[in-house]
C-alpha cells in the first residue's frame, strides 16, 4: 500500500510517499481501506521526534480515519464488512489501509462526508473525555477553551454550545476571534492584545469559569487558576507554552480548584471504547442532526501530506486539515 513515512525527525519535507506492507488486523481490530485522514498537532510533534509512538502502535503518523471496514472482526464492534466508518488510532492514518480496534470505530454520521468524518474521532474523542468527563461541565456552568481556533478548540467550542453552556474562548488574531464567535462562542478573546485574565473577570462578573480546557500551560497556570471560580477544574491537554509553571498552593486549598490532565493516544482500547460509547449515544445525534459539523479548513492529498503539515507549521489553520485518499 501506500502511505507517508516520517524518514526522519525534521521539516514538513521528511514526510515521504513510501510503499508498505498492508496491515493484518489483531484479535479485535478490523482492517479499513482510507478514504481520508485527519492531520492533527502530534502528528506534527512525532514528526519532529518530540511525540514517539506507544509501544505497538504503527510508526506510520496518523490518529485518524474515515473509510470502509475490509477486513478483520468488525463484529467485536458492532459493525459487518463494507461499514463506512471513523476511526482512532494509535498511528498509521497517513496509508490506503489501517487497522484500528473495532471497538474505536464509529460508524460516519448520517449527512458528512469521509472527510468530515475523518476529521472526527482524535478532537471528539479528546474533548469529550477531558471537558465533559475530566473536566465534569455540568449543567449550567460556563467554560474557557484556550487556543478555540484549533482543531480541539473549534470542538469544544461547538460541543460545549451545543450542549447550552456559555463558553468563552481565546486566539490569536482578531479574524480568528472572529471565526470562533461565528461557532457560537460567547466571547472570544484576543490574547495578543487583550488580558484574558481580565477579560474573563469582566464577562463573569468576577465570579470566573468553572472548566477550563488549556493546551498552553507555562505561564498561563497562574493565569488560568485566577480565572477559576471556586471549585473550578483547569483540565491541561498540551503545553505548548511550555511544561513548567508557578502554581500558588493557596488559591487551590483556599477556592477547592482541581488542576488535572491527561494524553489520550496511549491508553488503553477499553478506555477509548467507553469514550466511543458515550459519543455515539450524547453526540453522534447532535452531528446527524446537523446541529454541530467539523469545522474542515482545508484538504490535501495523501501525497501531499508535506504541505499539510507545512501548513499546520504556520499555524494559520481554523479547524481541521484532512489528507484525502482516491478510494
Ligand atoms: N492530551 C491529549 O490527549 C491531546 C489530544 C489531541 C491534541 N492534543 C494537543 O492539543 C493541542 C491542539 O491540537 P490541534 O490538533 O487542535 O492543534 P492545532 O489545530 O494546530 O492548534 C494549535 C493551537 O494552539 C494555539 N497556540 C499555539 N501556541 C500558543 C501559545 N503559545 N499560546 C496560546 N495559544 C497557542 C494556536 O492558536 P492561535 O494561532 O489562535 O494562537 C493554534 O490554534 C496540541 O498541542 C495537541 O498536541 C492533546
Known sequence: MKAIAITQPGGPDVLDLVERPTPV???GEVLIE?????????????????????AGASDLPGLEVAGRIIGGDPAAGGFKLGDAVCALLAGGGYAQYCTAPATQCLPVPAGLSMIEAAALPETYFTVWSNVFDRGALAAGETLLVHGGASGIGTTAIELAVAFGHTVYATAGSHGRVQAIEALGCTKGINYRTQDFVEEIQTLTGGRGVDVILDMVAGDYLPRNLKVLADDGRLVMIAQLGGAHGTLNCWQV???RLTITGSTLRARPVAFKAAIARSLRERVWPLLEAGTIRPIIHATFPLAEASKAHAMMDAGEQIGKIVLTLPN
Do not use: K
Open 34 to 54: 482510507v478514504d481520508a485522514a485527519g492531520v492533527n498537532r502530534p502528528d506534527v510533534f512525532q514528526r519532529q521526534g518530540s511525540y514517539p509512538p506507544p
Open 253 to 255: 486549598m483556599a477556592r
Open 25 to 27: 488486523p489483531g484479535p
